[in-house]
């Protein structure tokens, strides 16, 4: 979870801007390679000129990220040579180069969400056995466990997991997203709105995470006006993200409120997927739900996130029999980590 999360991050545009010949250029490939998985984009990123040792270390292990989720580890692990020897203190690299290199890629399993959970669950045994000398080390480990025991339905395991790794590294990136995300899938989203509220309080900065997870907290908890604030500053905090002004715009629509110019602003974003591109589509009223459905072709996230938006449309609409509809057929995808997951799984019980 820690390792894989910080290497799919996009950096951020003063990151990038760093003696970049063009930032937006490079932007678009770090967000297209790490959260669109596109290799010709990753390929293309790592070879781009105007980028310092650092955040050319970054593009590499951005594509080692994506090549280890496709399976290609031999070739992750050149990325991750190259990645170290341009920044010997990338530690996402080194967390990533640790993983493969273990015995029966070790920690690669228990990081993987589509591994077998019994398999996940022993590599992450192992892994949290062979991190002792290590407070960091284990963190990292107990963070991934944690993610696994979630999965499997162990909620208070995943949770002294976390409790432990608090304990070993205070103070270490995403320590309480790892926390809201264990509580947001056993479901007890007051809790975890309690922690990203505490966690914002806290931190120096505005984080777009964690703004991100308490405008979900607060949507799912009935709090849709409060939703839509949250979302647009975790969109400020963090411009290069697009699914917070997504979400404040769909939230709005619920309010009565006008979205159009902001969906239209996200439907030139050069950034925009096929999926994005046609659900952006269907809320402005230009196609129907066939177009987001024919686009949905990455597999069962995809499908989640089509059906999710085709019911959304539809209830905004009034059409509570084809709302609930695919609401139904979102949460029959059973992707629990999507937001569209548990934003149609609550809907569907409002219906």
């Not at 208070?156 to 309480?176: G, I, K, M, S, V």
Request: aromatic share 4%; net charge negative; charged share 30%.
């Amino acid at each position: 979870m820690a390792v894989f999360s910080a290497a799919l991050r996009p950096l951020s545009a003063r990151d990038i801007a760093r003696g970049a010949e063009s930032e937006d250029a490079i932007k678009e490939a770090f967000v297209k390679c790490g959260l669109q998985q596109d290799l010709e984009a990753c390929d293309a990123l790592v070879t781009m000129s105007g980028m310092e040792d650092v955040v050319r270390s970054n593009a590499y292990a951005t594509r080692a990220a994506t090549l280890t989720r496709l399976g290609r580890t031999d070739e992750a692990l050149k990325d991750l040579g190259a990645a170290l020897k341009l920044d010997p203190q990338n530690r996402d690299a080194l967390m990533l180069k640790i993983m493969l290199l273990g015995d029966a890629a070790e920690g690669m399993n228990c990081a993987n969400e589509n591994a077998d959970i019994a398999d996940r669950l022993k590599d992450c045994d192992t892994w949290v056995a062979s991190a002792n000398d290590d407070p960091r080390l284990q963190a990292d480990a107990l963070d991934a466990r944690a993610e696994a025991l979630a999965d499997a339905g162990r909620f208070n395991d995943a949770l002294a997991d976390l409790d432990r790794a608090d304990h070993q590294w205070p103070n270490r990136q995403d320590a309480e997203l790892h926390r809201i995300d264990v509580l947001r899938l056993a479901g007890d989203y007051p809790k975890a709105l309690d922690v990203a509220r505490k966690a914002m309080a806290d931190s120096i900065f505005d984080d777009a995470g964690l703004l991100a997870a308490e405008g979900e907290l607060l949507y799912l908890t009935g709090d849709r006006a409060g939703a839509v604030k949250a979302f647009d500053a975790a969109h400020k905090a963090g411009a290069e993200q697009i699914l917070p002004a997504f979400w404040g715009a769909i939230i709005r629509l619920e309010l009565k409120q006008d979205a159009g110019n902001d969906l239209r602003a996200m439907l030139a974003d050069s950034r925009m997927p096929p999926l994005g591109t046609a659900i952006l589509r269907l809320r402005l009223g230009e196609v129907g739900p066939d177009a987001v459905l024919s686009a949905a072709t990455a597999g069962a996230n995809a499908r989640c996130v089509a059906y999710f938006n085709i019911g959304h449309d539809a209830r905004l609409r009034g059409d509570q029999v084809a709302a609930r509809a695919a609401f139904r057929k979102a949460v029959d995808t059973g992707r629990v980590r999507l937001p569209e997951y548990r934003a149609a799984k609550y809907l569907l019980s409002r219906l």
